[in-house]
């Protein structure tokens, strides 16, 4: 489905087409503390959402981002979709900084990234029928003709295994089920034809029963379309069922990035390693483990020194305290942003 | 004709054993002859409309101007509550300071001394009236329809429609101004009921277009003869009942509208 695309582009960043499709360079997002009239906060203190954050996302492939809430995932999903812009470092979109667009280039850009939301009922205007809700990123983009949008309505809806399509057309937003209206978002989501996906929570609001339904869907149809895809989640087993890469966050910095096998089987960070000892298994006969990290989570305010997982790491070194880890390789495409591997 | 109707109308208190006699005679015709009696009360209506003819007159007059600063006022006070709303929820910082801030100086400005003030300037009419209700009356709308949208900006649909590129006029238009739709028609069919009863005070006043009876006129001019004291009910109980007939009015037609607009009211 390699398609020209409508995007303006540089000659010099033509070469990028080999490139990854999604790169973020030591992305930050800090937000500003608003300082109430009798708020005791220093001026210019802020929040770090996103605190220098690198990775790539190839062509073709899937990545996973994982951590607890508030670590975030979904700020880095919205920069990456350019629904807010970075404080610093660059986003790259098939080799052009996203912050740089605007009129035409942006529009372009909407009809190649797209994404899920994570709250299915949510997802669409409670006032919009399936069809009115299918066909506005048609209207919006000027594809087709009045006639022709019906039929990608329905051939959409049918993608999505929401059959008979016809059934589907006059029904609102209340009258389906989550997993129903989540095949919906991704219906919409594709009706631009987008190279890129990003979803965000795509299943943690459904019912166990049909969440490997959906997933099935999106990853059969990720790889019918040779989607890019980006997947959040707090649930590894979803990330390890999915993606190929997997990228652990913690407070806004990247504390692990590799392979999804390499990840999960040997996790390098203590925090993966606690995630991973977090997560139950399914076996009543195991006993829970024993987690000894506080589980407070320090605040992502003000100026952080050293590590950010230092209060919560069961090896902390007195190095922790003061220097901030670097991501280094702890195997191959495998790193790990700890002092544990580095050469303290 | 303000005093001419006071004295046509039958007082109880002096007529008490009149009312009585005749009561009783009634009672035998019924018993007698039922053709007879539905004759007799056939007339007695036909009386109490001569006798009242004048009311009945003011009630008929009076429903237009009360309808036209009614609607033509809610429609003013619905349509720029719900634009100043939804501008200033959506676009958020500076617009939204100065745009709320401009409702609190809306809320600050007396109502009755600002219309004394404009009425002395363009002159007593019935569209300065409306002109001075569209002019300070869409404050509460705007804050409403602004608390909504604000929460109505954070829900899913807002953000995919914004990831699928919609323009904030499209934003605005389509997705967000019909989930504010039953709240703005709801204080629309509240200002119906509001700009009548204003524009009878103002009427009252003395600031009115005198040239036109409305409800509100009727009302206070049934007030100011004492028809209350006296027990003219029929003078102020129509004009009163009309009143709240065009605001239930609105108020059902507002429902019917947002039962089509929101599907998920509608029973199946």
Redesign the interface.
């Known amino acids: 489905m390699a398609r020209p695309g409508p995007m303006t582009r540089a000659p010099a960043e033509a070469a990028a087409a080999n490139g990854p499709l999604v790169a973020a360079e030591a992305v930050q997002k800090y937000f500003p503390l608003r300082r109430g009239l009798f708020a005791r906060r220093a001026p210019g203190e802020y929040l770090r959402g996103v605190d220098g954050v690198s990775f790539a996302i190839p062509r073709g492939s899937s990545l996973g981002i994982a951590g607890e809430s508030g670590c975030g995932k979904t700020t880095l999903a919205r920069l990456l979709l350019r629904l807010i812009t970075p404080t610093a470092g660059r986003i790259l979109f098939e080799g052009v900084d996203l912050s740089t667009l605007d009129g035409p280039a942006l529009l372009a850009f909407r009809r190649r990234a797209q994404l899920m939301v994570q709250n299915p009922y949510e997802a669409i205007n409670p006032r919009f029928t399936m069809e009115q809700a299918l066909a506005e990123p048609l209207v919006i983009h000027g594809i087709g003709t009045r006639e022709d949008r019906l039929d990608r309505v329905i051939a959409a809806l049918a993608q999505v295994n929401l059959r008979p399509a016809d059934a589907f057309l006059d029904k609102y937003p209340h009258q389906l089920s989550g997993g129903q209206l989540q095949r919906v978002g991704l219906a919409r989501a594709l009706m631009v034809d987008p190279i890129f996906l990003a979803a965000d929570e795509p299943v943690s609001m459904l019912d166990v029963s049909v969440r490997a339904g959906v997933l099935n869907l999106m990853k059969a149809i990720a790889r019918a379309r040779h989607l890019t895809t980006m997947y959040i989640s707090h649930d590894l087993s979803l990330v390890r069922y999915v993606c190929e890469t997997t990228m652990i966050m913690y407070l806004g910095t990247v504390a692990e990035l590799g392979p999804t096998e390499a990840v999960l089987a040997s996790p390098k960070h203590p925090y993966t390693q606690l995630l991973l000892a977090a997560a139950p298994v399914p076996d009543p006969g195991r006993p829970l483990p024993e987690i000894t990290a506080p589980e407070q989570v320090p605040t992502p305010i003000g100026p952080g020194i050293g590590c950010p997982f230092q209060d919560r790491c069961p090896q902390v070194m007195p190095v922790c305290r003061t220097v901030p880890p670097p991501l280094v390789f702890v195997g191959p495409k495998h790193e790990a942003a700890c002092h544990l591997y580095g050469p303290h | 004709m303000r005093s001419g109707s006071v004295d046509a109308l039958p007082r109880p208190g002096q007529t008490w054993a009149g009312w009585r006699r005749a009561a009783g005679t009634l009672w035998g015709v019924l018993q007698h002859d039922r053709f007879a009696f539905a004759g007799i009360c056939i007339y007695a209506l036909f009386v109490l409309i001569a006798l009242s003819g004048d009311i009945f007159a003011q009630l008929v007059y009076g429903a237009r101007p009360a309808l036209t600063v009614g609607f033509v006022a809610a429609f003013f006070v619905a349509l720029i509550g719900t634009s100043v709303g939804i501008i200033a929820g959506y676009y958020g910082g500076w617009l939204d300071a100065v745009l709320m801030r401009l409702a609190d100086v809306a809320f600050g400005i007396p109502y009755l001394p600002f219309v004394i003030v404009l009425v002395a300037f363009l002159g007593p009419s019935l569209w300065n009236i409306v002109l001075t209700m569209a002019l300070l009356l869409w404050k509460d709308t705007a804050r409403v329809v602004r608390a909504q949208v604000l929460t109505l900006r954070e829900?899913?649909?807002v953000?995919?429609?914004?990831?699928?590129?919609?323009s904030p006029r499209?934003l605005m238009l389509?997705?967000l101004a019909?989930?504010v739709l039953p709240i703005a028609l709801l204080y629309g069919s509240l200002a119906v009921g509001w700009a009548i009863l204003t524009e009878a005070s103002v009427s009252f006043l003395g600031f009115g277009d005198p040239a036109r009876i409305s409800w509100g006129y009727m009302l206070q001019d049934a007030y100011i003869s004492q028809a209350l004291s006296g027990g003219a009910y029929n003078w102020f109980i129509p004009p009163g009942v009309c009143i709240m007939l065009v605001v239930m009015a609105g108020y059902f037609i507002s429902r019917g509208y947002e039962e089509l607009?929101?599907?998920?009211l509608r029973r199946r």
């Open positions: 829900r899913g649909f953000e995919a429609a914004r990831v699928l590129g919609s499209r389509v997705h019909p989930n607009l929101f599907p998920r």
